[in-house]
């Protein structure tokens, strides 16, 4: 199956920081997809990028198809930002370790 | 449109029962897939089913299995529960082809004493 290496495992900033987060990929990808894990379990949407950039406020994502990696862009940061960061790829999701990222006041 | 809902939130079973988690799809998506999340072994796919067929497999043991209604709804049973079967289960929908952007509903945490 696909290897996902999502960096860096952890990351604790001061609230109005900007921050980037990475997934590295063993193989092609075609359906990548980034999500937030909410406090009590659920994963939301966050962006389906297999390929560019698309931005969602203060969220950006661009994903480099052709190198197998894609960046998760987090400006501004708030304390509602914490929480766990995953990237998934693959016709059967394979997905990252998860970033955790703790915004603090 | 409604999201994925799953059923049971919550569930508490003992070592040797068994249980049944269900899982309905956003309207018009036909693919359903489950989703294992544990603190040691993190997400993990179990399998997939499309037209009622399973269409992918992850490596898990024939204790678990599941299946997909003619309206898309998805059920997955686990048999013979042990200790370490409890995770937050997940499951997602999507469209129809082999690629497609997955909606994740809110999860089952099934704790097995």
């Known amino acids: 199956g696909i290897q996902v290496e999502q960096s860096p495992p952890d990351l604790i900033l001061q609230e109005g920081a900007n921050s980037t987060l990475r997934c590295n990929f063993s193989?092609?990808?075609?359906?990548l997809q980034w999500f937030h894990q909410n406090p009590w379990g659920q994963l939301i949407n966050l962006f389906y990028?297999?390929?560019g950039t698309k931005q969602n406020g203060r969220l950006s994502a661009t994903t480099v198809a052709t190198e197998r990696y894609s960046l998760l862009y987090i400006s501004s940061s708030q304390t509602t930002d914490s929480g766990v960061y995953f990237c998934?790829?693959?016709?059967?999701?394979?997905f990252g370790t998860g970033t955790s990222l703790t915004v603090i006041p | 449109k409604a999201g994925v809902t799953q059923t049971p939130r919550y569930l508490i079973k003992t070592r040797g029962q068994q249980v049944t988690l269900s899982c309905s799809p956003i309207?018009?998506?036909?693919?359903v897939s489950w989703y294992q999340q544990t603190p040691g072994q993190g997400l993990q796919f179990l399998f997939e089913?499309?037209?009622?067929?399973?269409?992918n497999k992850g490596n898990f043991p024939g204790r678990f299995s599941g299946r997909q209604f003619s309206n898309s709804r998805s059920e997955m049973n686990v048999s013979t529960l042990e200790l370490g079967d409890s995770a937050l289960y997940l499951c997602?929908?999507?469209?129809?082809?082999?690629?497609?952007?997955?909606?994740f509903g809110p999860g089952t945490r099934l704790t097995v004493l």
């Open positions: 998934a790829s693959g016709n059967q999701f394979y």
């Open positions: 193989d092609s990808v075609n359906n």
């Open positions: 990028i297999p390929s």
């Open positions: 309207s018009g998506h036909r693919s």
């Open positions: 089913y499309f037209s009622e067929t399973q269409r």
């Open positions: 997602a929908s999507g469209r129809s082809g082999q690629y497609n952007e997955q909606f």
